[in-house]
Each structure stands twice: as structure tokens, then as C-alpha cells.
Nanobody, 120 residues
Framework: VQLQAFGGGLVQTGGFLRLSCAASGSIFSIDRMAWYRQAPEKQRELVAFSTSNGVTNYADSVKGRFTISRDNAKNTVYLQMNSLRLEDTAVYYC???????????????WGQGTQVTVSS
């Protein structure tokens, strides 16, 4: 299973970006899809996740500004980021819990990360 993330870039405060992450390869099913981020000299933190049964959750710092969504037919997860702030600057990573085949258990997979830089 491979994950490819797109959509990072440079944006001014108050602006918006949309990240996408597509999973490919041998995939039987995907449960949880999530976005994490890691700012310089900080630990990686969970931004938002979405489960296969429709549950979503967000870090307090992004509630009301970010929206996670998924297209199960395309094995793709999105993160719409609005009202961006300087503190949103980080490398954003997508993460999924997927089963490569019916014979295997769910495993975690990570994308390569995409840089989001918010400037004043």
C-alpha cells in the first residue's frame, strides 16, 4: 500500500489549502484515515481522523477551521484547511489503517508528508 499526498504550499494567514492523499496498491479495505502534522522541533500530532463508519474527530486547535473528508471509491482522504494561522505551519502526513487482503489484519500506512507554510 502506498500513499501519495498532494496540496501543500505557501499561503498567507487567513488563507486556505486543500490537501489530498490517495492510497494505491493492494487494498482490501480501509478503516481509519487521518492527517497528522509535525512542526519544527515539535512532536507529530493528530490533526483529524475519519473512520469507515462516519466518525470524525479534530484536534482542538483546528476545530471549526479544518474539515476532513474521504472518497472511499477513490481510497482518498482530503483535508480542507481554512482560516490558516501561522501555527498551522508544519509537514502534514496522511495515515490510514488498511487491510491489504482479506487474510491480513489492519496495518498503519503513512504518506511522505507535504509541507504547509503559512506566512504573515
Amino acid at each position: 500500500v502506498q500513499l501519495q499526498a498532494f496540496g501543500g504550499g505557501l499561503v498567507q494567514t487567513g488563507g486556505f489549502l486543500r490537501l489530498s492523499c490517495a492510497a494505491s496498491g493492494s487494498i482490501f479495505s480501509i478503516d481509519r484515515m487521518a492527517w497528522y502534522r509535525q512542526a519544527p522541533e515539535k512532536q507529530r500530532e493528530l490533526v483529524a481522523f475519519s473512520t469507515s463508519n462516519g466518525v470524525t474527530n479534530y484536534a482542538d486547535s483546528v476545530k471549526g477551521r479544518f474539515t476532513i473528508s474521504r472518497d472511499n471509491a477513490k481510497n482518498t482522504v482530503y483535508l480542507q484547511m481554512n482560516s490558516l494561522r501561522l501555527e498551522d505551519t508544519a509537514v502534514y502526513y496522511c495515515n490510514i489503517a488498511a487491510r491489504p487482503s482479506i487474510l491480513e489484519v489492519f496495518r498503519d500506512y503513512w504518506g511522505q508528508g507535504t509541507q504547509v507554510t503559512v506566512s504573515s
